[in-house]
């Protein structure tokens, strides 16, 4: 119960939305539409709360909204009131509108669990159903900050008789899978283990019932500190005719190679490791590392991936699937949005809408410090690690909750040189800078 509440702790502060001061709303019918269907949701935000960068009272912020954790059928938004979006502090921002949405078939124990409801500040009001899911809102705050100002105070207050217009112009429906569209795809490759011998992905999966395919990649800490135990889970789900089998990311220098199969050794791996096919890309979507995906006897994928290290799911999914249940569900750790995720095009009066904040941004630069662009960037919190590529700004984006990550240097672009540092990023978001030295 602790870990899910700080998990949904970790996704109150992430799903949110900064929303900014200004008086009318829906009377001139110009406003910022913010589709999130991952949360099964479209918000109207009128145009008056939505200040572009660079503009007095603040900005909105489109982080992450998305399932808390592994089939939970619990969905958070939140938009939050920062008289400061530029300090993204706890002491600077108070809960403006919280959406919840609720799967029929999710834990009630836990979905009403006293220690939750703390976290939602206000009266719960039930919505509107659609399908499965029926839709929730709080809004508001009885307390606040200790940063805010009586005129903070007032400003937000005054905000709050808007709210119940945002909730009526919103349109609810149920959340979608963004993995669902990869289930029932074949997978097809030729390639070799660490070993270097030829592999077939037809031989290799006529060998199980079900074979989980765990990819991960040798600078990922959350991918390193499983494999024990998915050796474990390997050697129990033979007597059930189904198998694991590892793919390794970073297969493309006999450096990783074998730094690889010695963490295999030291972990007890008792299954086969493959090296990256040439045609990855268009077999496998992954936001981040570890990504697990489940595959029948004819190559085809049974079920959505999970991403992240969740040791625990594991063996239940492929329980669920060999008794023919419902396909599973994957979730992204909380905490962590997938890179080339989007929370939806937003669109104000017709126009494209200003680019949103975020927690973390990874710079690279050369050593003259000019921007570089294409490199790719490795994102890790205890779980799971994500990767980004810098834009031409030399700037990767990720929008994660305050806490303890690491950052490093993946692969730089052609023309630079490898660098193994790891560095820490701010626990309450802000700025790393890697300088990009030439090869």
């Known amino acids: 119960m602790k870990k899910l509440i700080s998990v949904l702790l970790a996704v109150l502060m992430l ?5 900014c001061a200004s008086a009318d709303a829906f009377t001139d019918g110009d ?11 479209t918000l109207q935000i009128p145009s008056e709360l939505y200040c572009g960068e660079g503009e007095a009272g603040g900005i909105v912020e489109v982080l992450i909204a998305e399932e808390v954790g592994y089939k939970s059928g619990v969905y958070l938004t939140q938009l939050i009131y920062s008289p400061n979006p530029d300090v993204f502090e706890a002491e600077n921002y108070a809960p403006y509108l919280t959406f919840i949405c609720l799967r029929d078939d999710c834990d009630q124990a836990v979905a009403s669990d006293p220690e939750i409801a703390e ?3 206000g009266d719960i009001y039930e919505l509107t159903t659609a399908g499965r899911y029926s839709h929730y809102a709080a809004i508001g705050t009885d307390s606040y900050p200790d940063g805010f100002t009586q005129a903070n105070i007032n400003e937000y207050q005054s905000f709050l008789e808007l709210a119940d217009d945002i909730i009526y112009y919103a349109s609810y429906g149920e959340p979608e899978d963004p993995y669902a569209e990869a289930v029932g795809n074949v997978v097809s490759f030729e390639t070799t283990d ?7 992905s037809a031989d290799l999966f006529a060998r199980h019932e079900i074979t989980m395919v765990n990819i991960w990649e040798t600078g990922c800490g959350a991918c390193k500190g499983e494999l024990a135990e998915l050796a474990e889970i390997n050697s129990r789900l033979g007597s059930m005719g189904c198998g694991i089998v590892g793919l390794l990311w970073d297969s493309d220098s006999q450096e990783n190679i074998d730094e690889a199969q010695q963490l295999m050794r030291e972990a007890g791996g008792n299954y086969i490791t493959l090296c990256s096919p040439e ?12 990504t697990s995906y489940f595959i029948d006897r004819n190559g085809q994928i049974v079920g959505t991936p999970i991403c992240g290290a969740m040791v625990d799911k594991y063996e239940t999914a492929i329980h669920e699937l060999l008794s023919g249940g419902d396909t599973v569900k994957g979730g992204n750790t909380a905490g962590a949005r997938p890179f080339s995720a989007q929370a939806g095009a ?12 975020s927690g973390y941004q990874i710079i690279c630069l050369d050593e003259d410090g000019n921007p570089v662009e294409g490199a790719m960037i490795q994102f890790c919190s205890d779980e799971m690690c994500q990767m980004g590529k810098t834009d031409e700004d030399g700037i990767a984006v ?4 305050p806490g303890h990550y690491t950052v490093h240097l993946l692969k730089p672009p052609a023309g630079y040189a490898k660098d193994s540092t790891e560095y820490e990023a701010p626990e309450l978001g802000g700025e790393v800078t890697i300088v990009l030295k030439a090869a």
């Open 398 to 401: 990720f929008d994660s909750a």
């Open 15 to 19: 799903a949110s939305l900064t929303v």
């Open 194 to 200: 660490l070993d270097g011998n030829s592999i077939s």
């Open 279 to 290: 045609n990855f890309d268009d077999l496998f979507q992954i936001s981040g590392f570890p």
């Open 346 to 357: 937003m669109k104000v009066g017709g126009k494209a809408a200003p680019a949103a904040n």
């Open 119 to 121: 976290m939602i500040p």
């Open 31 to 41: 406003v910022v539409e913010l589709p999130l269907p991952e949360v099964g949701m």
